[in-house]
C-alpha cells in the first residue's frame, strides 16, 4: 500500500486526501443523525415511561380503592352471616354459643391443615352456618328438651340440605355448601344425607364432623352432662376410621394437645371472629 501512494502525483495525491476528507464529513454527519435519532428515542422511551409509571399508580390507586370495598363487603356479608347463625340458636336454648365455638375451632384447624386466607374466609362462613337448615326444623323438635324419636330425628336430619338449598341461591356462599351438607357424614358410609363414604366425602365435611362432635360432646344437654374435652378426643380417636377421617383426627388431636383449641375458645372478645 506504501508503494502505492509513492507511485502517485501530487494531484492525485490531493483528490485521494479530498476524497477521504469529504468521506470523513458524510460519515461525521451520518453519525450526528444517528445521535439525533438516539436521542429523540431516548425522550420518547422516557415519556413512555413517565405515562406507564402515572398509569401504573393509577392502577395502584384503583386496586387499594377495590381492595378496601372488598373487605368491607366481606365484612358485612360475615356480619350478616353471623345474624343469621344467632337467630337460628335463639330458637335452640340448648345449644347456644354452639355456632361460635364450633366456627373458632374450625378456623384453628384449618389454619393448623394450613389453609390459605381465602379457604379460611370460606370455612369461617361454612361453619358459622352450619346449621342453618335448622330454621326449616319445627320448634317442637328443635326445642324438645329430651331425645328424638325416630320420626322427629328424621325430619331433624333435614337440616343439611334445607341449609345446602338456602346457600345455594347465594352465590357468594355457595363455597361454604360443603360444610352444611355433609358435616354429618362419616367415614363408614353411615351418615347423612347422602351416606356419603371416604374422601368420596368433601374434606369440609370431614373437618367440621370431627369439630361438631367435639364441641357437641362437650357441651352441656338436658340428657347428659358434658364430658372433658380430653374425654371428647379420645372419644373421636376411638372413632377414627368409623365415624372420622382417620388422617384428620391425629391432626385434630395435636390441636388440642397443643392448647390451641383452649386458646381458640378462651380469645372470645380479643380475636375478630368476623374479620380474618
Avoid at 393448623?112 to 379460611?120: A, I, K, P
Wanted: hydrophobic content about 40%; proline content about 4%.
Amino acid at each position: 500500500m506504501h508503494d502505492d501512494i509513492a507511485g502517485l502525483t501530487r494531484a492525485e495525491l490531493e483528490r485521494e486526501v479530498r476524497y477521504w476528507r469529504t468521506q470523513s464529513l458524510l460519515l461525521a454527519r451520518d453519525f450526528g443523525g444517528v445521535r439525533a435519532d438516539l436521542s429523540r428515542q431516548a425522550a420518547e422511551v422516557g415519556l413512555l415511561r413517565a405515562q406507564l409509571l402515572s398509569y401504573a399508580e393509577d392502577l395502584n390507586r384503583e386496586y387499594q380503592l377495590v381492595r378496601e370495598r372488598t373487605v368491607a363487603l366481606e365484612r358485612l356479608l360475615v356480619a350478616t352471616v353471623g345474624a343469621l347463625a344467632n337467630s337460628i340458636e335463639a330458637r335452640d336454648p340448648y345449644t347456644r354459643g354452639h355456632t361460635d365455638r364450633v366456627a373458632r375451632i374450625t378456623l384453628a384447624f384449618c389454619e393448623r391443615l394450613g389453609w390459605e386466607r381465602e379457604r379460611l374466609s370460606i370455612a369461617r362462613m361454612g361453619a358459622l352456618l352450619h346449621d342453618i337448615g335448622k330454621i326449616g326444623v319445627p320448634d317442637a323438635i328443635l326445642r324438645k328438651p329430651g331425645r328424638l324419636t325416630a320420626e322427629e330425628y328424621e325430619l331433624m336430619k333435614q337440616h343439611t340440605t334445607i341449609g345446602a338449598q338456602i346457600l345455594q341461591g347465594i352465590d357468594a356462599l355457595v363455597p361454604a355448601i360443603p360444610f352444611v351438607l355433609c358435616h354429618h357424614e362419616r367415614w363408614d358410609g353411615k351418615g347423612y344425607p347422602q351416606g356419603l363414604a371416604g374422601e368420596e366425602i368433601p374434606i369440609e365435611g370431614r373437618i367440621l364432623a370431627i369439630v361438631d362432635a367435639f364441641d357437641a360432646m362437650t357441651s352441656v344437654r338436658v340428657y347428659r352432662a358434658p364430658l372433658t374435652m380430653e374425654t371428647a378426643v379420645n372419644e373421636i380417636r376411638r372413632c377414627a376410621g368409623t365415624q372420622f377421617d382417620p388422617a384428620l383426627v391425629p391432626a385434630f388431636v395435636r390441636l388440642y394437645q397443643d392448647g390451641l383449641i383452649h386458646q381458640a375458645l378462651e380469645e372470645k372478645g380479643t380475636r375478630e371472629l368476623y374479620a380474618i
